[in-house]
């Protein structure tokens, strides 16, 4: 062994959108800068309970340290989280377990993010409206918290939800979702995405229908287009997580755990990364930034 | 046409239904917005037909879907190829690997299954591998507009991947129904040893086979990539080989090869669309989106078995 | 009073567009063989798949022993010992020889958990092969087997239920002169027995051989019947086919280039280390015959480029050759008519006119287009030269009688303009006024400068139509005679491995 | 044994290359793995075989291990069942599907795919509508740990999975390859013509083996959803059929039918597993995991192709 005591860390996805591969550079940075410790980043290809699982199991049989994962479902995943916990440092990133022994959570808090969103869709319809939300799976956690974020800020005023669409991940049906949603509602005024892909998805299908200046939308997550439809004042705005500082506390917070020092760990155990509101005001910046750390100009 | 008839006369109850219940059925923004999703169904359903008729099967094209849509990004937002150039690198990969698939199946002898099933998952890690995870996509399109019309636009109204399944279903009814070549893939269908000892070139029939179903997919690849403008190498695609394998064998082309039709294959796609399309246009909850799609999809072909079986 | 086994009255079946049996009426008894006659479509197969549960009559009675009973199913029909040999292969060639023989009802043990006695059945089946002299064993599956072997193993399968009616359609179609002879031994065995045999064959003197009775079907009706005293070939010809049919076998003078196409030094993969040459003169027919299993179709199949000959030399016309796939072998002019109809010559279920135009179909085309009423009519043509009986040429092949089968799979070949031809079992099911159609067919195109191998396992035929024969006994060509030399006894002897 | 000694090799060859490369695979606990996914893959794979050796195809399963699975957990958490009967009710379900498959299949003559097609959409809808698009699990399990041990735990240190599995196998190899029911399988996959006409009642035959495949997807529905004891009902079991018949195929069988073996199909379910766990203890990139996969397998399959054109 040539790194004599050195530290085996793993990140583990719930799916394989490019969310992570932004989290992927804070764990690459968090590995640069600590000397005695190697990450490994695994993707839940096929994003299920069972994936994840194999994943675990197969990194447990390697004889990894510390885990940090992001459980596609955490309320029955918290026996498996449990189990693991007896063998290695357990951290819960993106989605959390809170039931389980794992050491700390780091994350977004979704409920928060979707009040967030539920806040910008009553500021850019101000007179109320009907609105349509679209998602890929709703027995997502995170969808079903965002939503009921959304659902919870909009209690009570003008705006009304009419419905949740889903695709299953399929992007062409994302988008014809929303074509039909504007044949079907020819007055729906506005449209919420509520996964990455659904920003783009639903901005194509409104600019393929020409109804560009009278739909308002809003969006989770960073997609390029996205962020274009935003600088472009096509989309309102978009509710972007922090993916590069889960990986990069994750790994951080690992490190020193097993290196003994707990005080990065707060008493609740849960660390959140707060999300942001993405305007046009402040899109240009944003975008920079993110393309930095996608390794791209 | 007796074949495809129970499904022809399920999709026109469908359609008188649903208007029924929602005119905007016909609304000219849904019909375009049908069109152009049968288009683009289409025109890789009838490569799956092709590949049926011959007693193969093709379950890659999803995967492919994902792998050339990833690579027509780059070429065009990130190497900076020219539209003409990079459409004809996607048909011409897609025909690459349709003739690798063909040469497997034919010469070496592997289950066509298998062989591509190999496709769908190498194609789809392929994808992943080449955008390392990220999601592609088009941006506004700059300096390939005209692609993206060809791709995705409109002709006269008319949404573009329909004007295309138009010309193609055309040429390859010819193909089909009318040429010697058709008539070879039928006889290496229903029965390659005979087709053989009537001097057929049956590895060559069949392998060409996949290269059509490649370069059609290859076609569909651009506007499925145009369609959502924006490729994750991890979904883009998925499960479209069973939509395009669903909609032959609803047209009338059996799995054991030597049956189908180009007309079959086209009311298969157009009554998968008319299902999705239905379910958004009555409201139906997604969540039952696909108990109603398999459950009238079994009826339909039920009420045809029934009707077909009193008539002889 | 002594009912019989089988009666059936005024039999009624309607195929779509083909009215097959009119008011049919047959009657059997306890050790008795009847036998079964008429031309190709005259209903034989259909009034015998009624009897075995295939098809139901649309009108008409049946009574068995006497009281009357419907047949719904095959089962019921093996319920009420009927055992039935049809004239189509019906073996699955993933089993072994003694699983097809016994599916259906396999020896068991293990109490419910109803497990297949395997010794039990093997051993069974070997005196089910022995009896029929066939000597293969009892574990190779069914496709190592050449079809006349495949033929055996289905008839000792139907033995093998000691039935009290065994049905035999045409079971001697691929079959050699011993195999036939043993085969009829064990049918008189079956007759002492008690069993009731009806008995299909178009070949007229196995019929003068066994019957006690000849029933003649004509156009789907009875058209008489002969009893064993009154049996003759001329009768149950004219019986048949409704007037007198003269000149059946022609010998012109042969008028033969030698040495036209050479096969030397051929090596198939199943004896791999027997060689055999030989050469057919332009315009001769050279018989070839040889018991089952000679392994004559595989030399039909090597020089077709099918089975890839580990070695081989052709020439024709003193061009050499390179044959490697059947493109190739069309290309030089050489062709085959494979032997199974269902499976290498046919394709069952497309239309008659799309069989018959598929080796030329390049022929009816412009610019890769067909030209539908050219096909058409070509097919058409084909149909009516070879007297194929069918409503009409867009009718499926598979609808076809066995015999009619056979005529398609001529008319796919006979109408292109081969060097060499290759007949593997030509006649196959054929009835007798269409074999001496067929037969001047050959001898025109012999005339006409064509070099024809013509395989066959009917010795009547070989005689009949050969102008040299030569004969094969496992892998290895045992001689070869000349016209004058040809007798029955001689090919005989060449045959079972004695050198001439 | 002589169409599974391919795979087999190939299976061998991968293990002690992945040993060599990181012994740890063969470590206790990473056995302890694969073995418990061998034995709930395994377990449906047979069933899938059986019914792939009739001529037919199941492409269901995955569907129903949602819908079963949402439902276990709805009698065990929520509807307060005894353990015993939740299990009974959720393998009899298994085999009341597998009868309405057979039945339709066999009786009313519509194509295996499209019936399973229509299965795969309708049963994954339901799952969605029963469990209203939530994500069902069973907690700490309380009150049935039993049975979750005997789904998910262990048997003197052998995954209760792998346990099943082998009984399973043990017992199908009987009925598979010496009982006459197994040898009425393969009659009428090879050809349903000659095996009616030898008296064997093929309707009842080919629809038995889908209610055996039912019943035996039940038993691996069950054990999926206790080993990821969460079942998300959009997602659970996707694609599970292709493993299955993946399985099933690299083992020999032929989707033509009629071929086929019980070994092959449990040598096939292994690859695909230790194919999986390679990619993780190898530390592959998971975005080549698919690519792997794909790649591995085709080499498998070319190289035991070639090897076996030598042999003969
Ligand atoms: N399944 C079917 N569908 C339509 N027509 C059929 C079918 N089976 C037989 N026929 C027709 O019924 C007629 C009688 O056929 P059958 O097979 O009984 O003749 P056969 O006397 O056995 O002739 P062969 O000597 O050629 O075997 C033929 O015209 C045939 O085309
Ligand atoms: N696919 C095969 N694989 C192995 N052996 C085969 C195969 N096909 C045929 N054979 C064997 O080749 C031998 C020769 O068969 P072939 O058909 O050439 O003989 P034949 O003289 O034409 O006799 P028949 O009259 O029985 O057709 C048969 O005994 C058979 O066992
Ligand atoms: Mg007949
Ligand atoms: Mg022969």
């Not at chain 2, 049968?38 to 879907?65: N, P, R």
């Not at chain 2, 190498?233 to 799995?255: D, K, M, R, T, W």
């Not at chain 3, 003169?281 to 299993?293: C, P």
């Amino acid at each position: 062994q040539s790194g004599g005591s050195s530290k085996k860390l793993a990140f583990v996805t719930n799916n394989a959108a490019d969310f992570w591969t932004i989290a992927r550079k804070g764990c690459e940075k968090a590995d640069a800068e600590l000397a005695d410790v190697s990450v490994e980043f695994k993707i839940t290809s096929d994003g299920t309970a069972a994936e994840q699982k194999r994943i675990v199991d197969d990194l447990l049989a390697k004889g990894v340290d510390g885990i940090a994962i992001s459980p596609v479902d955490p309320d029955n995943q918290t026996q498996m989280i449990n189990d693991v916990t007896k063998q290695a440092l357990v951290l819960t990133q993106d989605s959390d377990a809170p039931n389980s022994n794992r050491a700390a959570y780091v994350g977004t808090d979704n409920v928060a993010a979707g009040r967030q969103a539920g806040e910008l869709i009553k500021e850019v319809l101000p007179q109320g409206g009907r609105i349509m939300i679209f998602v890929g799976k709703l027995d997502a956690r995170n969808a079903q918290e965002r939503l009921q974020g959304i659902k919870e800020t909009l209690r009570g005023t003008n705006v009304q939800i009419i419905d949740v669409r889903t695709d299953d991940t399929d992007e062409v049906r994302a988008k014809s979702n929303v074509s039909d949603t504007l044949v079907r509602y020819p007055d729906v005024a506005g449209l919420v995405g509520l996964w990455s892909y659904n920003g783009p998805a639903i901005l194509n299908a409104v600019r393929d229908a020409g109804k560009t200046n009278q739909i308002k939308i809003v969006c989770f997550d960073e997609a390029d287009q996205t962020l274009a439809g935003v600088r472009d004042g096509l989309i309102y705005a978009t509710v972007v997580q922090q993916p590069f500082e889960f990986g990069y506390q994750a790994i951080q917070i690992m490190a020193k755990s097993l290196a003994g020092d707990r005080s990065s760990i707060p008493a609740s155990k849960q660390v959140f990364i707060p999300t942001l509101v993405i305007k046009r005001d402040n899109v240009g910046e944003f975008t920079q930034k993110i393309n930095g750390l996608r390794g791209r100009s | 046409m007796k074949k495809e008839l129970g499904t022809f006369l399920l999709l026109v109850v469908l359609c008188i239904v649903v208007t029924a219940l929602n005119p905007r059925f016909l609304a000219p923004a849904n019909l375009q917005n049908m069109a152009r999703l049968i288009g683009a169904y289409g025109i890789f359903s009838i490569g799956l037909g092709l590949v049926i008729i011959t007693g193969g099967i093709d379950l890659s094209v999803g995967s492919l879907f994902a792998l050339l849509g990833v690579l027509l990004s780059m070429m065009l937002t990130e190497w900076g190829w020219s539209s003409v150039l990079a459409v004809l690198v996607v048909i011409g990969a897609g025909m690459a690997f349709g003739s690798l698939h063909g040469f497997l199946i034919t010469r070496v002898r592997v289950q066509p299954f298998i062989v591509t099933l190999c496709g769908l998952l190498f194609y789809r890690g392929l994808a992943r591998f080449i955008a390392n995870d990220e999601t592609k996509g088009f941006g506004s399109a700059a300096g390939f507009e005209t692609l993206r019309n060809v791709a995705t636009g409109s002709l006269v109204g008319i949404p573009t991947p329909f004007v295309l399944l138009a010309v193609i279903s055309l040429v390859m009814w010819v193909v089909l129904h009318r040429s010697v070549y058709g008539r070879y893939l039928f006889a290496v269908g229903r029965n390659e040893v005979a087709a053989r000892y009537s001097g057929i070139n049956s590895r060559n029939v069949v392998a060409s086979a996949y290269i059509l179903s490649g370069a059609l997919a290859g076609i569909a690849g651009i506007v499925f990539a145009f369609y959502t403008n924006s490729i994750s190498p991890s979904s883009h695609g998925n499960f479209f080989e069973l939509y395009g394998i669903a909609a032959a064998v609803l047209g009338g082309c059996s799995l054991r090869g030597g049956e189908g039709s180009i007309i079959g294959i086209l009311i298969g796609t157009a009554l998968l669309q008319v299902l999705q399309n239905l379910v958004n246009l009555l409201g139906i909850p997604s969540s039952l989106n696909f108990a109603v799609m398999g459950a009238v999809i079994l009826i339909g072909v039920i009420a045809d078995q029934i009707l077909q079986r009193r008539a002889s | 009073m002594n009912a019989a086994v089988l009666q059936m009255k005024g039999i009624e079946k309607r195929f779509p567009g083909v009215h097959a049996l009119k008011g049919v009426e047959l009657e059997i008894h306890a050790g008795e063989v009847i036998a079964l006659i008429g031309e190709n479509g005259a209903g034989k197969s259909t009034l015998m798949k009624i009897i075995g549960g295939v098809h139901q009559p649309d009108s008409g009675e049946i009574f068995i022993d006497g009281s009357p009973v419907v047949i719904a199913s095959v089962s019921e029909a093996i319920k009420h010992g009927i055992a039935f040999i049809h004239q189509e292969l019906n073996v699955l060639d993933n089993l072994d020889v003694a699983s097809n023989v016994f599916l259906g009802r396999e020896p068991l043990r293990g109490g419910f958990l109803r497990l297949i006695d395997n010794r039990k059945m093997h051993e069974e089946t070997q005196v089910q092969l022995t009896r029929l002299g066939l000597e293969i064993p009892t574990s190779i599956p069914l496709s190592k087997l050449s079809i006349a072997q495949q033929q055996m193993v289905e008839i000792a399968k139907a033995l093998s239920l000691e039935a009290r009616l065994l049905i035999m359609d045409e079971p001697t179609s691929s079959l050699t002169l011993s195999e036939t002879a043993r085969l009829l031994e064990v049918v008189k065995e079956l007759r002492s027995q008690g069993v009731g045999i009806i008995y299909i064959s178009h070949r007229l003197g196995e019929v003068e051989e066994i019957a006690d009775r000849v029933v003649v079907l004509r156009d789907g009706a009875n058209a008489g019947s002969l009893t064993r005293a009154s049996v003759n070939h001329d009768r149950m010809v004219k019986m048949m086919v409704g007037r007198d049919l003269d000149h059946f076998y022609q010998h012109p003078a042969a008028d033969k280039t030698p040495l036209y196409f050479n096969v030397k030094n051929l090596r198939t993969s199943r004896y791999p280390d027997k060689q055999v040459s030989f050469d057919v003169g332009k315009g001769e027919i050279l018989g070839l015959a040889g018991l089952v299993g000679a392994g004559r179709s595989e030399l039909a199949q090597a020089i077709f480029g099918v089975d890839g000959a580990l070695e081989m030399t052709i020439t024709l016309d003193d061009q050499p050759l390179r044959v490697r796939t059947p493109q190739d072998a069309i290309k030089h002019g050489i062709y085959l008519i494979p032997e199974d109809r269902r499976h290498a010559g046919l394709i069952t279920d497309i239309r008659i006119r799309e069989n018959v135009t598929l080796p030329a179909l390049g022929r009816y085309a412009t610019l890769g287009l067909i030209a539908h009423e050219r096909e058409r009519q070509s097919a058409v043509e084909m149909c009516k030269k070879l007297n194929v009986k069918a409503t009409s040429v867009e009718v499926k092949t598979a609808n076809l009688s066995g015999g009619n089968q056979q005529k398609v799979v001529l008319a796919k070949w006979l109408s292109l303009e081969p060097k060499v031809l290759i007949f593997d079992e030509p006649t196959r099911g054929i009835d007798v006024g269409a074999k001496a159609e067929i037969y001047e067919l050959m001898r025109r195109l012999a005339e006409s400068g064509v070099a024809i191998l013509m395989i066959s396992s009917d010795m009547e035929e070989v005689l009949g139509v050969s102008d040299r024969v030569a004969v094969m006994h496992e892998g290895s060509l045992t001689g070869i005679l000349e016209r004058g030399e040809c007798t029955e006894e001689n090919i005989m002897r060449l045959a079972v491995g004695s050198r001439g």
